[in-house]
Every structure is written in structure tokens, then in C-alpha cells.
């Protein structure tokens, strides 16, 4: 079974209004709400694509209920731990000129909730499992709670998946995932330095697998492509010329298919992976992949073995 965990959930309501005007009413055109957090995108676009996750996750308040409902919607499995604060929602302005995101900070979550996160992985998740962890942290939560939590996992034999960013993903890699998919920033926060030569990813990304005994790194470049490397074998995706509407989404919808694919062997998996991260470009807003356009790019994806 395939899980993901979201520690910092939050509802993206997207806005689209033709300009922003200064003391005058401005009227939205339209307003979409879209459950969000790094995990449940996965859990989303597993689901899109045919296939079956459970999403856990801290929600709260009405909007946490109202995630639910939309999650229910969707089809996409779900275990709610209750929080007693609010989740948050974050806003996403489409004007004309371009889009603006207005991110709202989170609220403590009291050390009791962060045991139970501990408590419900323990009751449900089982040797041979897989878990997705990935995103931010609630305000407050030490970056080496993820540590202790992929620690854990480790002992009880699950199969993990790691996606953070700065200290987070630092500590979290303390605890001993099976596979990190940093992006091209998130990749140079973790090794210190900005990186200009296509090499240097190679090498940067061979020396973290041999320090955390890492199966794999998958690294998005954005419009440069994608790598998959490992300790015998690495492989470059060419990035595909498709329409772009947005990117938000587009990392979490590789990795969901990665994941979902991954029994199939790492060249089909790393195939569809590119497939869904270059189809969740087409969609507008915060909106994920779609499988009919995943299909119809999986032929254009071309894939070269680099080692």
C-alpha cells in the first residue's frame, strides 16, 4: 500500500481578476478552491492515474473539513488526524500581468497531535508499505521531527519517499529514506552551492547517496530536464516543449507517478514520472496532471543512460 503524509496541509484558493488597482473594487472573474500540501497532491494524482494511496494528514476547523469533502469528491482515500487550529488558506492572484501568491504562516500544533502522527503510522502502516513524506512543517515543529518519523519508519521496514526542503530535508535525511526528490534549488540548498555545470549534479548527487546510503535521488531541473540517479545506474529525461500555464504541481505530480510506477522498473517509472510532471505545466491554477495528457506525452519522452 502506498501512503503519504502531509504535516502542513492548507486549502490554495485561486483568484483570476484582470489587474490590481489601488483603493478601487476589483471584481474576481472566478474562484477555484484546490485541496492542497505536497502529500495530498501525490495522493491526488495516484488516484488521477488509476492508482490507490491514503493521504494522512493534520486538518482543522472548517476548512480542514471542507479538504476533506473535497478529497471525498476526488475519490482519494484519506486519514484525518484533528487539529484544534485552523488550517490555513493560502491565496493565488491570476491578473494579467502575472501571478501573485500570498502564503499564510501556519499555527502550533501541540506536541500531543505530533505523537499522534507517531501513534496512526504505527496502527496502519506496515513492513513492505510505502509512505510519501513531503512539504513543510507546522509552525514551530523542529526540523528533526522528520528525523525521528523516517527513523521509525526505517525500523518497521516501510519504504520511504522524502521531499523537503532546507533543514528539513537535511534532518530528514538523518532518519535514512529510501529517496529524495529535491528540485534544482532545493538540491543546491542541500549541498551548499550553486552548481552551472550539468556534471556537477552527477557527482554532487553520487557523493549523497554513498553518505545516506540513498537507493535513489530524483532531481528535477525545471525547463533543463530531470535525473534519476542511483549508486549503478543514472538516466537524463530531455525536458518536452509543451504549453505552460503554471508549474505549481508539476514536481508533486512526477513524484506521484514515479512512485505509483515504480514496480514496473526505474526506466518506465522515471518515464511516466516526466510524463505527469511535464502534463501538470499544461493545467491552469494549481491544478495537477491529467492522464489523458500524461498518455499522450509518454511517447515523447525521450531518456538517455548517463552511467
Not at 501513534?119 to 528533526?144: F, H, Q, W, Y
Not at 521531527?145 to 530535508?169: H, S
Not at 529514506?177 to 554532487?204: A, C, T, Y
Request: include cysteine; charge should be neutral; hydrophobic fraction near 40%.
Amino acid at each position: 500500500m502506498i501512503f503519504t503524509l502531509t504535516m502542513n496541509p492548507c486549502l490554495d484558493r485561486y483568484i483570476y481578476v484582470d489587474d490590481l488597482k489601488l483603493d478601487d473594487t476589483i471584481r474576481a472573474k472566478k474562484v477555484v478552491d484546490y485541496p492542497a500540501g505536497k502529500g495530498i497532491d501525490v495522493s491526488r494524482v495516484i488516484k488521477e492515474l488509476g492508482g490507490i494511496s491514503v493521504a494522512i494528514s493534520l486538518l482543522g476547523g472548517d476548512t480542514g473539513r471542507k479538504i476533506e469533502e473535497m478529497l471525498d469528491m476526488e475519490g482519494v482515500i484519506y486519514t484525518t488526524i484533528r487539529v484544534s487550529v485552523e488550517t490555513r488558506t493560502n491565496i493565488i492572484l491570476e491578473t494579467n500581468s502575472g501571478q501573485f501568491r500570498i502564503s499564510v504562516p501556519t499555527k502550533k500544533v501541540s506536541r500531543k497531535k505530533l505523537e499522534t502522527v507517531l501513534e496512526v503510522l504505527n496502527a496502519i502502516v506496515r513492513k513492505g508499505d510505502i509512505i510519501v513524506i513531503s512539504g513543510s512543517l507546522p509552525t514551530g515543529v523542529s526540523p528533526d521531527f522528520y528525523t525521528g518519523i523516517i527513523f521509525a519508519l526505517k525500523q518497521w521496514g516501510v519504504y520511504v519517499y522524502f521531499d523537503a526542503d532546507g533543514e528539513k530535508l537535511k534532518s530528514g535525511l538523518l532518519g535514512g529514506p529510501d529517496v529524495i526528490k529535491p528540485n534544482q534549488h532545493e538540491f543546491e540548498r542541500l549541498v551548499g552551492k550553486k552548481i552551472e555545470k550539468f556534471e556537477d549534479f552527477i557527482e554532487q548527487g553520487k557523493k549523497l547517496i554513498l553518505e545516506y546510503n540513498l537507493k535513489e535521488i530524483l532531481l528535477t531541473l525545471g525547463s533543463k530536464g530531470a535525473l534519476l540517479l542511483a549508486n549503478d545506474e543514472g538516466y537524463f529525461a530531455k525536458p518536452i516543449d509543451v504549453p505552460v500555464n503554471s508549474a505549481v504541481g508539476a514536481g508533486d505530480s512526477f513524484l506521484a507517478a514515479y512512485v505509483l510506477m515504480r514496480d514496473k522498473g526505474r526506466y518506465e517509472a522515471f518515464k511516466w514520472a516526466n510524463a505527469a510532471g511535464n502534463a501538470a505545466v499544461m493545467t491552469p491554477g494549481t491544478e495537477l496532471c491529467k492522464k489523458d495528457d500524461v498518455l499522450n506525452l509518454l511517447d515523447r519522452v525521450q531518456i538517455e543512460r548517463i552511467y
